[in-house]
């Protein structure tokens, strides 16, 4: 059915009734394995393959729902619908429906969830917002999606979809748009995993260990920090040490024995705040007067930043200066031809000079190559630990460029993104020119115990990973509550630098004792932020 649902959300002036754009959201058409106007989508690499099905009996409205069943801890599987063309006056989007999940068997961990993704004309991902992630065992949910539409988004596409080994039920799923939007911040609630360890050589009595976790930077604001360990209720203290810019996680610990090891997991749940950033037209190239001390350290060369090489001063020197975006326009293109996007090839130094001989690059020298082409085109740059949201990583790398009119403009330059989003990563510190790398011309920072023990990265043995991230929620927020939040939780966090916490559980921003003159949204998202936080 092609209901008309009342839509006020996210709209300024009077209520007005949306039609439905998804064609049989509430799957009432079809047969046993195939429904009209949704297709199966699943990671290739998934075996067995995910059953796809449309059954008669346990729908929470009509006769039918949608169902995937999988088998395989694979990623994101989905009934996938494309709104094409999408709304052109569209300011606001809702997305709605309810799911239910079940584990495959005990032991198994799944999770469902509608997604809401956006698209301009080249393909390139605007957006893509997850709502209220639904566990295993529970009932019918209903659950939301509502956030601003961003500028050029031609399509639209809606997955209903499950990770994880398990069963998921979709029904009524519904998508409306508003054609203005009221002063709305568009909030993701995320959460940085990281896994580290230690060991005592002699006995230490108050052992602590140091690493980088996700910290107040631009868009990006921690609103909790959980710590756990092996063997249980080690952590007894956090604080956060300063380091110039960066902020790092000191987990102080109980008595260790001579030899005597523990684990340390990290979880900092992010309020990410996404934002439309500039593209970078218009935006003039710094001159030499423009070039204060705060970012004048930026153009020194480093290890892997290899900007005064004469063939990449070569290169640089035929790049268009009209603006950034015309630079970094021109920039990917030639790292396009110059990296072979191929495995054999990726591995080895990685930097500037050894990835373009080589014709081959992973993050890290994608990263160290563009940062040396901007600064060879005396344009400051830094590279950006990170972790990219939705992924399993040792550690990622992006770009910042400098200019006078835009200050720090985030750039990926593994997928060649420009703008960036704050909500596709989480990023953990700067990258200073005399900040440690390795011979391979990685800045990865390594993890720092207390005299007498010695800390490390705890990977998992299959991949040698450590960190990850994922979404769990997206809200939308009164601009203001957003506002509140984000300075409540700076402060909070701030102050973990001279008043360490007592604990291994911090809550930055509490429900019970939330910012002054917050609102409904703002203190629903502190609740979820505290049940995520209690799981």
């Not at 704050?422 to 990258?431: C, F, P, V």
């Not at 440690?436 to 005299?451: D, T």
């Not at 019970?512 to 629903?524: A, D, I």
């Amino acid at each position: 059915m092609k209901a008309l649902l009342a839509a006020s959300f996210l709209l300024s002036g009077p209520r007005s009734a949306q039609e439905d754009l998804l064609r049989n959201g509430d799957f009432e058409k079809g047969s046993a394995r195939d429904i009209p106007q949704w297709s199966a989508i699943y990671p290739p690499r998934d075996s067995p393959p995910p059953e796809f099905f449309h059954p008669k009996e346990g729908a929470k409205v009509g006769k039918r729902c949608a169902a995937i069943t999988t088998k395989a801890n694979g990623g994101y599987t989905s009934w996938t619908q494309i709104v094409d063309p999408a709304p052109k006056e569209a300011k606001a989007a809702k997305l709605e429906g309810w799911i239910r999940a079940e584990a495959t068997k005990e032991g198994t961990s799944a999770s469902a969830s509608l997604l809401l993704l956006f698209v301009d004309e080249r393909d390139a991902t605007l957006g893509l917002h997850h709502s209220q992630r639904v566990p295993a065992t529970s009932p019918w949910t209903r659950v939301s999606v509502e956030v601003p539409v961003p500028t050029g988004a031609r399509r639209w596409m809606v997955r209903c979809g499950l990770s994880g080994n398990g069963t998921a039920y979709f029904d009524d799923v519904r998508l409306t748009a508003g054609t203005s939007v009221a002063d709305q911040a568009q909030a993701t609630l995320a959460v940085g995993h990281g896994q580290f360890a230690m060991t005592a050589e002699g006995a230490a009595e108050e052992p602590w260990i140091r690493f980088s976790i996700p910290f107040p930077y631009e868009g990006q604001t921690p609103l909790a920090i959980r710590v756990k360990t092996d063997p249980p209720n080690r952590a007894v203290r956090l604080q956060v040490d300063e380091e110039r810019e960066n902020r790092l996680l000191r987990v102080g610990l109980r008595t260790l024995a001579a030899g005597e090891s523990v684990r340390v997991w990290a979880d900092t749940f992010v309020l990410l705040r996404s934002r439309q950033r500039p593209t970078g037209k218009g935006a003039a190239l710094p001159s030499q007067k423009d070039l204060v001390p705060a970012v004048q350290e930026y153009l020194r060369p480093a290890p892997g930043i290899d900007a005064e090489d004469p063939e990449i001063r070569k290169v640089a020197s035929g790049f268009p200066r009209s603006d950034l975006r015309d630079f970094v326009t021109e920039m990917f293109r030639f790292m396009d031809g110059a990296l072979k996007r191929d495995a054999q090839v990726a591995g080895g130094p990685q930097g500037a000079k050894e990835v373009l001989a080589r014709g081959g690059a992973v993050c890290t020298g994608n990263a160290n190559l563009a940062a040396s082409l901007l600064i060879a085109g005396r344009i400051p740059a830094r590279v950006l630990p990170c972790v990219m949201i939705g992924q399993k990583q040792q550690e990622h790398y992006v770009v910042e460029a400098w200019t006078p009119s835009l200050g720090w403009s985030k750039l990926e330059s593994t997928t060649r993104m420009f703008p960036l989003d704050d909500s596709k990563h989480l990023i953990l510190r700067i990258a200073y020119p005399d900040s440690p790398r390795s011979q391979a011309s990685v800045p990865l920072h390594w993890p720092v115990g207390s005299q007498g023990t010695r800390a490390r990265y705890d990977g998992d043995p299959g991949d040698g990973c450590w960190q990850a991230a994922e979404v769990l929620t997206t809200f939308s927020l009164d601009a203001a509550d957003a506002d509140r939040l984000e300075s409540a939780a700076r402060k909070a966090f701030d102050d973990l630098v001279a008043t360490p916490f007592q604990g291994s559980v911090v809550p930055l921003v509490r429900a019970t004792k939330p910012p002054p003159s917050l609102g409904e949204k703002g203190r629903r998202f502190l609740e979820e932020v505290e049940k995520r936080l209690a799981e």
